[in-house]
């Protein structure tokens, strides 16, 4: 017989869970204005280890960004980007006592940080139009020109003190007939005076262990000079600022000069010879171009070429065929990275204006075609050069076999945009092309502010009241009066077992023992119920 307590739970149980069906709950008040979010990018380039503020930039940067996190409301979500070659999200709207605690994670990983790429993923993390983008960065690190859009604000804090510092920019190799008729060869290479007064730099030129050249340049404050260099034709030369100035990572670089035999460049693909691509590497200046099939492709093939092409393919493996020099176009996958769904981001945002594999090209009327481009996450040794606005264009760095081969990609698929159809293509491949004779580091951004960059935060959602739901509450309750019931159940099956196995024994009971066990079981019954 089941008892009316027991009935009770059961129906109680039946009552919680049609209750929890119906989701109540009640709305909250929306966010305050207080707890408008914050992301703050800051600057992760070599210039942050400068000792000028001690122990360092990247100490005090870590301490200015610690203060305005203690200074924000305990509920404020805070996203915090690295800005480097490529930027890192190192965490998102987290509360400022996560974010206080991710500032270990900041140290200088390039020797330039692309801070558009960087302030761009910081605004798209605001999802709100009250959001602010707080820039840290060091003091000669050039910084765009900024304009907030759609409510956002836009903060700046500069660590460190103006500071002597002069600077190589990115060497280029060139070859031609002169009015004569042979080929002669120069080097061509920029050096910056970073600081507020004049100075005069000497600059030398290495190739193996001999020194081949040398120039002193004299630089007004804020000034650049270029210097042409003569050269020999297959020469590896390093060339080296003589003076000590407070950053020396800037101060050194080589370039491999084209040899006078022509570059000879293997393109693997599937497309035929009169393909867009096969045409403009076909065109680049003292250029031997072969084509060769993917099932047809050798290790061979890779180590015999002075520029190894790979369209749309990779070989099986994670590992990138050996090469001098790598040139991958729409991979479609990518070691070290991530080749991931679709971009949405179709058309060209912006670039590096210091990449020499991008001097004279003109992206901006770039478009794509849907699925011509996919998103690419960049291993930390690809730089990049051109960019949308949610994924690379054009990188270069090095990756491969061995380790450090001079790597240079197209993440479009050119047959899928209208990118052979525009002027830049063949200048891009003859820049490419001269690119993988090798350098050290990309190329520092140049003193003068690129274009304006308007940040603009992701699609804001309308703010409806935060709910809180009962329903999860009300189902535990349902559960936890189950097990009471199961348990109650349990305890009285015990009982009646109990006084039934009392019962059988009184049948070979004595009279008195019998008398006994009856009186027992008359106080175990309950008051009221007649004796049988």
Do not use: Y
């Amino acid at each position: 017989m089941v008892l009316p307590g027991l009935l009770a739970l059961q129906a109680l149980v039946v009552v919680l869970l049609a209750v929890a069906l119906t989701r109540p709950g009640h709305d909250r008040a929306a966010p305050s204005a207080a707890a408008a979010p914050v992301a703050f990018v800051v600057d992760g380039s070599v210039r942050m280890a400068m000792t000028d503020e001690r122990p360092s930039r990247l100490a005090a940067a870590r301490s200015a960004v610690a203060q305005r996190l203690a200074h924000l409301p305990a509920g404020t979500p805070v996203s915090l980007v690295a800005a480097g070659a490529t930027p890192r999200l190192l965490v998102r709207d987290a509360r400022p006592a996560k974010a206080r605690a991710a500032l270990a994670r900041l140290t200088p990983t390039a020797l330039t940080a692309d801070l558009r790429a960087a302030l761009a993923l910081a605004a798209g993390q605001l999802d709100r139009t009250a959001g602010t983008v707080v820039l840290v960065r060091a003091d000669g690190t050039a910084t765009p020109r900024v304009r907030p859009a759609g409510g956002l604000r836009f903060a700046e804090q500069v660590i460190g003190r103006p500071v002597a510092n002069v600077a190589l920019g990115h060497p280029v190799a060139r070859c031609g007939a002169t009015a004569d008729g042979p080929t002669a060869c120069r080097v061509l290479v920029t050096v910056r005076n970073e600081g507020a007064a004049s100075a005069r730099a000497r600059l030398t030129v290495r190739e193996g262990d001999r020194d081949v050249g040398a120039r002193t340049v004299a630089l007004a404050a804020g000034g650049r000079a270029d210097v042409a260099l003569p050269a020999a034709a297959g020469a590896r030369l390093v060339l080296r600022l003589a003076r000590g100035d407070a950053l020396a990572a800037d101060d050194t670089t080589t370039v491999r000069v084209p040899a006078s035999t022509p570059t000879r460049i293997v393109l693997v693909t599937d497309r035929p010879a009169t393909s867009a691509l096969a045409r403009a590497l076909a065109a680049a200046p003292g250029v031997s171009l072969r084509r060769v099939a993917p099932t047809a492709f050798r290790t061979a093939d890779g180590r015999d070429a002075d520029l190894l092409v790979l369209d749309r393919w990779l070989p099986s493996g994670a590992a990138l065929p050996a090469a001098r020099a790598l040139l991958l176009v729409a991979p479609p996958q990518l070691p070290g990275g991530r080749v991931s769904s679709p971009a949405h981001a179709l058309t060209f945002s912006d670039q590096d204006p210091g990449a020499a594999v991008l001097a004279g090209v003109d992206l901006a009327p770039l478009t794509i075609d849907a699925d011509g481009l996919r998103t690419i996450t960049l291993p930390a040794s690809l730089h990049a050069a051109a960019w949308t606005a949610d994924a690379p264009l054009v990188a270069t760095g090095r990756l491969g076999d061995p380790p450090g081969t001079p790597t240079a990609l197209l993440a479009l698929d050119p047959e899928r945009s209208d990118l052979p159809q525009l002027p830049a293509f063949p200048l891009l491949m003859s820049n490419l092309v001269a690119w993988s004779h090798g350098t050290t580091h990309p190329a520092l951004p140049a003193t003068a502010a690129p274009r304006t960059l308007t940040l603009r935060p992701a699609a804001a959602p309308a703010m409806l009241p935060a709910r809180r739901e009962w329903w999860p509450w009300l189902v535990a309750a349902a559960l936890l009066v189950l097990l009471t019931e199961a348990a109650a159940a349990g305890w009285i099956a015990a009982r009646g077992s109990t006084t039934e196995t009392a019962r059988t024994m009184n049948l070979g009971a004595s009279p008195a023992e019998a008398t006994a066990a009856q009186s027992i079981d008359a106080r175990d019954k309950p008051p009221g119920t007649a004796a049988r």
